[in-house]
């Protein structure tokens, strides 16, 4: 099993719809969250940071359920440029202090 | 936000040459710096982590001979593909973070292409 699995996608929604992405990670240890968004050929750029209570930035909400041991991220009304792979990033830290990314799941908003 | 600069943005290089490509994290003193490659269509794969000061962790798979990490400082760290092949030819891109739970500041990437 993947440490961090993300559905690949392709998601295609119209704009103006709602879209939710899951991630889920196997290490308990993990201790921080993110979701990055990465454009074709360009790096990746932070999107937001996950907290356990949960947090929104405009249309973004990104929530932690460390239980089940998945984030998410809900995109509302979305615009074509929200159209890019959005990778989940979970940091493990400890004697081997890890970074693991998820595969990303790919975005196309359709006009 | 913090910025990390990476250099060269591409690079053209014949079989068999050695190609340096350079990381700074310039208004941060970075802990920990990764080095990535991503092919076409594909993920960022972690290729290494480098701590200053101590030999870089490589991930399996990753030669360590063929892909060299220094870590010289809190703020530069470099990868050395040696002996460049096709086969090597991707983007590479770094990231830098202060401390263990802190996010990830990405370079702009290294396009590399081996003739």
């Known amino acids: 099993r993947k440490e961090v699995e993300q559905d690949p996608g392709p998601f295609n929604v119209p704009e103006g719809a709602t879209v939710a992405f899951n991630c889920t990670y196997s290490?308990?240890?993990?201790?921080?969250f993110f979701w990055y968004r990465q454009d074709c050929r360009k790096e990746p750029k932070l999107l937001m940071s996950?907290?356990?209570s949960g947090n929104e930035d405009g249309r973004f909400t990104a929530q932690l359920n460390r239980a089940s041991q998945y984030i998410s991220l809900l995109i509302r009304d979305s615009k074509l440029s929200d159209s890019a792979t959005y990778l989940c990033?979970?940091?493990?830290?400890?004697?081997?202090?890890?970074?693991?990314f998820g595969t990303g799941t790919k975005l196309q908003v359709i006009p | 936000g913090a910025v990390v600069s990476q250099h060269p943005s591409w690079v053209i290089c014949k079989s068999g040459t050695s190609v340096k490509i350079e990381c700074r994290s310039l208004d941060f003193q970075a802990t920990t710096m990764f080095w990535y490659r991503q092919f076409p269509k594909q993920s960022l794969m972690l290729m290494a982590t480098?701590?200053?000061?101590?030999?870089?962790?490589?991930e399996q798979g990753v030669e360590k001979d063929k892909f060299l990490i220094n870590h010289a400082s809190l703020t530069l760290s470099t990868l050395t593909v040696t002996s460049a092949h096709p086969e090597d030819s991707s983007f590479y891109i770094c990231?830098?973070?202060?401390?263990?739970?802190?996010?990830?500041?990405f370079g702009s990437g290294t396009q590399l292409s081996v003739l």
């Open positions: 990033v979970v940091n493990r830290a400890g004697g081997y202090q890890k970074v693991t």
């Open positions: 480098s701590n200053e000061g101590s030999k870089a962790t490589y």
């Open positions: 290490n308990s240890a993990s201790q921080s």
């Open positions: 996950v907290y356990s």
């Open positions: 990231s830098a973070r202060r401390g263990v739970t802190e996010k990830l500041f």
